[in-house]
């Protein structure tokens, strides 16, 4: 028995229904996939290189030559050793209750700990003043033309040299220097202040007038992009200014804190120019050591020093990424 052929009745969109298009099939697929990931490999392959030549294979000598030697002729020799570190650790008499070094850290200790202590200092600071002025222009000034023209203000200094802003300290903090000649004139000294200039004082002082931006920068991103409409409901609920800081603003601004923290951790660590030029060098940092080593071809010990200085610099923004989740700021 044959069986009627359907009947099509006209709709909306023809007499005959329409078959769907036959599905991409999975070469085509493949096919293109590969050509992005062809494309995707030549963008990347530029900056691939550059950090395999100018990160990874100086990080692989570094790490190479600290287990190297110096001879009597102060050549390094490719001989296999763990004197370098030794050294970095070890004073001689540490554990020997008669002599003068018993239970006496190394130099090099001493001196990662005098950096570890500027460091914290210099950062305690920059975030005291940092975050004031942050606040102010991301939630004090309502129009943006004019929050982009105060914070290009305080970008000021960063379009200077580097070496200009610290050796402009010298003038200014000296015996004769702009501060003491004024402090004589008020009749607040008798005598020009010392402490100003070659001490610990104007070394944290010209290092947190280099580094406070950069604390500055992200606290101010961070807390411009709260959104308004957030507090509005809170101050609606009946919420004081210091719980609506307490419990909204200062969180949502944590990852900027740990973003510049982390910024000032790094370029702190590894100063040793402003050290020279302003501390007078009576400042023992672990950049000076470096160079001082480098200066006499100590390349061994000078590599072992560098690569403990950058694990300690590791374990520092490990623990800033522990405390804050800097991904809400990403």
């Known amino acids: 028995m044959e069986r009627p052929s359907p009947t099509f009745h006209p709709g909306l969109i023809g007499s005959a229904p329409q078959a769907p298009a036959p599905p991409e099939t999975g070469v085509g697929i493949i096919k293109r996939r590969r050509g992005t990931g062809v494309y995707v490999t030549w963008l990347v392959a530029p900056s691939t290189i550059w950090l395999i030549l100018f990160l990874i294979v100086p990080l692989l000598s570094i790490i190479v030559f600290s287990f190297w030697q110096i001879n009597d002729q102060n050549v390094m020799v490719p001989n296999f050793t763990l004197v370098n570190y030794a050294e970095y650790f070890h004073t001689e008499g540490f554990f020997d209750p008669s002599s003068d070094k018993f239970l006496t ?43 982009l023209a105060l914070f290009l203000m305080c970008m000021v200094p960063f379009w200077t040299s580097y070496l200009i802003r610290t050796v402009a300290w010298v003038p200014m903090l000296g015996r004769r220097g702009l501060v003491n000649k004024f402090l004589l004139w008020i009749g607040i000294v008798e005598k020009p202040l010392g402490f100003l200039l070659y001490s610990e004082f104007s070394l944290t002082l010209a290092l947190v007038q280099l580094y406070v931006v950069l604390c500055i920068g992200p606290i101010f991103f961070s807390l411009a992009k709260i959104d308004n409409s957030i507090l509005e409901a809170a101050r609606d609920m009946g919420a004081k200014p210091y719980q609506i800081f307490r419990e909204i603003i200062l969180p949502l601004s944590l990852p ?60 520092g923004v490990f623990i800033i990424l522990r405390l804050v989740d800097i991904r809400k700021q990403l």
Not at 119 to 139: G, K, Q
Request: aromatic share 10%.
């Open 105 to 147: 850290l190394s130099s090099n200790i001493l001196t990662l700990w005098t950096t570890l202590r500027l460091t914290m200092e210099v950062m305690v600071i920059c975030l005291l003043l940092a975050y004031p002025i942050a606040y102010f222009l991301a939630m004090q000034i309502k129009a943006f033309k004019w929050q």
């Open 256 to 315: 900027g804190v740990a973003i510049g923290m982390i910024f000032i951790w790094v370029m702190i660590m590894g100063e040793f120019a402003t050290a020279g030029l302003v501390g007078g060098g009576k400042m023992a940092l672990v950049g000076n050591s470096i160079i001082d080593l480098m200066g006499t071809g100590q390349y061994p010990p000078a590599s072992s020093i560098a690569l403990m200085l950058m694990l300690t610099m590791m374990i």
